[in-house]
DNA sequence: CAGACGACATTTTTT
DNA sequence: ATGTCGTCTG
């Protein structure tokens, strides 16, 4: 039996054993959060409750995952317990709850570009293309109706605010946004804004199922409760109003998922929501070095928000002083910073140990390549999403049909893959079979579409109804993907010129989708729970030198740690971000952002910047991150170039790159590069 | 009407 | 560097 008192602090303790009525616990960077959520779940499963009575809500599947599997590790009974993110969670109760919400079936999810496909016909409809020129595309008319969604605000507020070269579009977005909810209403179909909605919906409306829920979910726990929004802030009240029993993590000075309509303001209030809210503050830092730190607390202290905290160690030093490394141009600090990752790991510092960190994905591109020639294996977290690549979507699109034949979407982009059909003949295609209701009328009506028709596309429509027979007559997951595989591959090869990455990747698919029980649960858990581009799961099992280091955007970060940390791209525009420049709010979200970012290392941490920066074809000079360019930042950090103080990196590799960086902040030399290199 | 080609803008962060 | 949109041709 393990013994609590042991291995956690007084706080630590008491929220883990803490179990009946309201608890808020503020957990600073690496104060053990983590910890608290495993420890208690182990708890109360030890201390007769019963684990499918628990419910964990979490910001990713990996969270999740991570905590309920150590704490499987003290007590098996908590595999159990029920964990997920909040749209998964909605997901599940919107399926068995489907028919009270009107429903026939079941539903189907729009992935971000369905729900852009499916905008854009709206836009078709109403005759919005053919507007001037300045008419907002298909992608931000979504990001729009989402952030109204998400914060909570009208259409025409978010255009003021966030859009205002669009702000006279607002009848416009408004009769969008109608069509698009009669749209996805008739095809029977959610998207990612939905799943939250309707939980709401199904929670307020329907007292019984409330209770019911309330009923199974006694114990209620949700991490990062700083990054929910007001929906996800309701359907926690409306899960918790009747026991109360219910337990929130989150740290105010980590929220930074504003931009999708977080309110930190959920955290503020829970306390009001729940009176007699117990709440606890974990305050000591287990994770970091104490310099590492200094650096932390600086960048809270600049922070216009003050936040009252202060971390402190209760490591000891290791001896390795965070750097500041400032680099003439992208290739050198894409250079210095493999060869560092390399010696590092020569050095004991395995590579899983060790994470690259920045604002935006396409910041990594030049230091990807680099790794890749240096043989350095990596894995990318964050960016784009491996389930949104072109041909990905391609192969599940005929995944799709199977499980719902009436799936416009799906339809449309398996027939337009076909030489010969396009958008017209697609639709024209899809309002002949559409009228029967399963794979089967579906499908054999296709077919005598097919016999008489003497279209040149006819002989590899056939084809495709062909495949689809076939596979809807495959039981088996994997088997079913591998024959869209064959007849998909041909068509591949026909369209990209880089068609050898892309078949790895369906190679990959298709491993995954063996593992799969039904295709419906494939499908869902490839809209809801991403899974990471690469093969992240296949090797679980591979020694701690062979596995990859980490690539992640800041926010993907979130929750986790490294040995070492490299944050790069340390220039003002890229954290904080151009974008967010013009607004006091989102600038301060990009200082937590950093904040984040630096109290994922543990022992080493290194920010770099480079200063010759490329815009639209222009050469520009990058600026030091205005986040460093603040009292007691820069002296927290040892300088390379700058302070020539003693140094533990004097090997004769390191000299050579080192000769590189800038001898100090030079703007001068680096005019006359860029001068010099405009004359060509 | 499909598909190729070229002009153009566009690059945050995620479930 | 990439993807989206418009135009032109067969």
Not at 6 to 18: F, G, P
Not at 43 to 70: C, G, V, W
Not at 369 to 385: C, D, H, M, T
Request: glycine share 6%.
């Amino acid at each position: 039996m393990i013994n609590l008192k042991e291995l956690l602090n007084s706080n630590q303790y008491k929220a883990v054993t803490t179990i009946d009525g309201p608890i808020l616990v503020i957990a600073g960077a690496g104060s053990g959060k983590t910890r608290v959520i495993e420890y208690r779940v182990m708890y109360m499963a030890q201390n007769h409750i019963d684990p499918k009575s628990i419910l964990l809500l979490t910001f990713t599947r990996r969270a999740a995952h991570e905590m309920l599997s150590r704490a499987c590790k003290h007590e098996p009974k908590c595999s159990q317990v029920n964990g997920g993110t909040f749209h998964s969670f909605a997901y599940k109760l919107l399926k068995r709850y489907s028919k009270q919400l009107g429903f026939e079936n079941s539903f189907t999810i729009l992935e971000e570009g369905e729900s852009e496909e499916a905008i854009h016909n709206c836009c078709a409809r109403l005759n919005y293309l053919k507007k001037e020129k300045r008419f907002p595309k298909k992608d931000t008319l979504r990001a729009i109706i989402s952030m109204s969604i998400n914060k909570n605000s009208p259409i025409k507020d978010i255009l003021e605010k966030e859009y205002p070269h669009f702000s006279d579009y607002g009848t416009e977005v408004e009769n969008i946004r109608q069509k698009y909810i009669e749209y996805k209403l008739n095809s029977n179909s959610l998207d990612y804004d939905d799943l939250l909605v309707y939980l709401r919906i199904l929670l307020t409306d329907n007292k019984e199922i409330r209770e019911r829920l309330a009923a199974q979910y006694k114990y209620i726990m949700v991490d990062e409760y700083q990054d929910t929004n007001f929906l996800q802030g309701d359907i926690t009240f409306l899960l918790g109003e009747a026991h109360k029993n219910i337990m929130v993590v989150g740290d105010d000075a980590q929220s930074i998922y504003g931009f999708r309509g977080a309110c930190h303001t959920n955290i503020m209030a829970f306390p009001d929501k729940f009176p007699g809210c117990q709440i606890i503050k974990l305050e000591d830092n287990y994770r970091s070095t104490q310099t590492i730190l200094d650096v932390a607390n600086s960048v809270l202290a600049n922070m216009q928000n003050r936040y009252s905290k202060c971390l402190i160690a209760t490591k000891k030093e290791t001896g390795d002083k965070p750097k500041l490394l400032q680099f003439k141009n992208t290739y050198d600090e894409a250079e210095w910073i493999t060869r560092r990752i390399k010696d590092l790991r020569d050095d004991g510092v395995a590579l899983h140990h060790q994470a690259v960190l920045y604002r935006s994905a396409y910041i990594s591109i030049p230091l990807q390549a680099e790794l890749s020639k240096r043989n350095i294996p990596y894995q990318v977290y964050g960016g784009r999403k491996f389930y949104e690549t072109a041909h990905v979507r391609d192969a599940l699109s005929h995944l799709k049909i199977m499980v719902n034949p009436r799936n416009e979407l799906a339809w449309h982009r398996a027939l337009t893959l076909i030489k010969g059909i396009g958008p017209k003949n697609a639709e024209r295609i899809f309002g002949q079979i559409s009228a029967a209701s399963d794979v089967k009328g579906i499908l054999s009506k296709a077919g005598e579409l097919c016999k008489d028709n003497k279209s040149r596309f006819a002989n590899d429509l056939r084809k495709l109804i062909l495949v689809l027979d076939e596979t809807s007559k495959s039981k088996d997951v994997g088997e079913a993907f591998e024959i869209i595989l064959e007849y998909y591959t041909p068509i591949l090869k026909r369209i990209y010129d880089d068609w050898n990455s892309r078949i790895n990747d369906l190679e990959a698919l298709s491993e995954i989708a063996g593992r799969y029980n039904s295709l419906e649960e494939l499908l869902a858990d490839f809209a809801i729970e991403s899974p990471e581009r690469g093969t992240r799961e296949v090797k679980p099992e591979l020694p701690d030198e062979e596995l990859p280091l980490t690539m992640s955007t800041i926010h993907s970060a979130k929750g986790l740690e490294w040995d070492t940390v490299f944050i790069i791209g340390m220039t003002d525009g890229i954290l904080p971000s151009k974008f967010s420049l013009d607004d006091v709010n989102e600038v301060e979200e990009e200082h937590r952002l950093f904040y984040v970012a630096v109290t994922r290392a543990k022992n080493r941490l290194f920010l770099s910047l480079h200063h010759e920066g490329f815009e639209q074809g222009l050469t520009q000079f990058n600026k030091i991150s205005r986040f460093l360019d603040e009292p007691n930042i820069i002296s927290k950090l040892q300088r390379k170039g700058l302070s020539l103080g003693s140094d533990d990196e004097t090997t004769e590799q390191n000299k050579t790159t080192d000769d590189r960086i800038l001898r100090g902040y030079n703007k001068k030399e680096l005019l006359r590069r860029i001068d010099e290199m405009l004359k060509h």
